[in-house]
T-cell receptor, first 112, second 112 residues
Framework: DTEVTQTPKHLVMGMTNKKSLKCEQH?????MYWYKQKAKKPPELMFV???????INESVPSRFSPECPNSSLLNLHLHALQPEDSALYLC???????????FGPGTRLTVT | DQQVKQNSPSLSVQEGRISILNCDYT??????FLWYKKYPAEGPTFLIS?????DKNEDGRFTVFLNKSAKHLSLHIVPSQPGDSAVYFC???????????FGTGTRLTIIP
């Protein structure tokens, strides 16, 4: 089973809202990732958690706040986003840091 | 600075023929390469990978070739099937570094 699940599938939020994206995997993977993908562009790495500790933050604005409550769960808390933050947000996981990453289906976020 | 490049934004191939997707990279520190396939509104699906100690890796209809001296890799799909129509991303990584650097993608269309 190589499934990574993400909820919600779609999210529309205003610029003053607070919302969260959720990602879950039950493959025993110890690294989890958040990516952002704009239309016709490749995925761009935002954050990496390794063994539930934040190991990479790719200079992401503080209006995006990641959280890893346990080894199976990864959240992305959103606050005061801008319309240009509208994108597909992808979660991925891998067995260890050096193994292939498996992606979830993504959350399509629209900021109005 | 685009360290991983896919110079063909699109490719059309007749069903049953071979599809060849190309990828070039500039960072000589990359030592692990992956191919992902992506359907619209879904997350990327891992296809096949290759370590820099090899020059070929095969998995069913998919074969990846790596030419380190030319900093070039290619994905061969044979025979091509209609379900192969998707966007294909190559990605590269340094050993011990979780960050994947993606190419810009090639849209493959299989013509029945």
């Amino acid at each position: 089973d190589t499934e990574v699940t993400q909820t919600p599938k779609h999210l529309v939020m205003g610029m003053t809202n607070k919302k969260s994206l959720k990602c879950e995997q039950h493959m025993g993977h110890r690294a989890m990732y958040w990516y952002k993908q704009k239309a016709k562009k490749p995925p761009e790495l935002m954050f990496v958690y390794s063994y539930e500790k934040l190991s990479i933050n790719e200079s992401v604005p503080s209006r995006f706040s990641p959280e890893c409550p346990n080894s199976s769960l990864l959240n992305l808390h959103l606050h005061a986003l801008q319309p240009e933050d509208s994108a597909l947000y992808l979660c991925a996981s891998s067995q260890m840091r050096d193994y292939e990453q498996y992606f979830g289906p993504g959350t399509r976020l629209t900021v109005t | 600075d685009q360290q991983v490049k896919q110079n063909s934004p699109s490719l059309s191939v007749q069903e049953g023929r071979i599809s060849i997707l190309n990828c070039d990279y500039t960072n000589s520190m990359f030592d692990y390469f992956l191919w992902y396939k992506k359907y619209p509104a879904e997350g990327p699906t891992f296809l096949i990978s290759i370590s820099s100690i090899k020059d070929k890796n095969e998995d069913g209809r998919f074969t990846v070739f790596l030419n380190k001296s030319a900093k070039h890799l290619s994905l061969h799909i044979v025979p091509s099937q209609p379900g192969d129509s998707a966007v294909y991303f190559c990605a590269a990584r340094n050993f011990g570094n979780e960050k994947l650097t993606f190419g810009t993608g090639t849209r493959l269309t299989i013509i029945p």
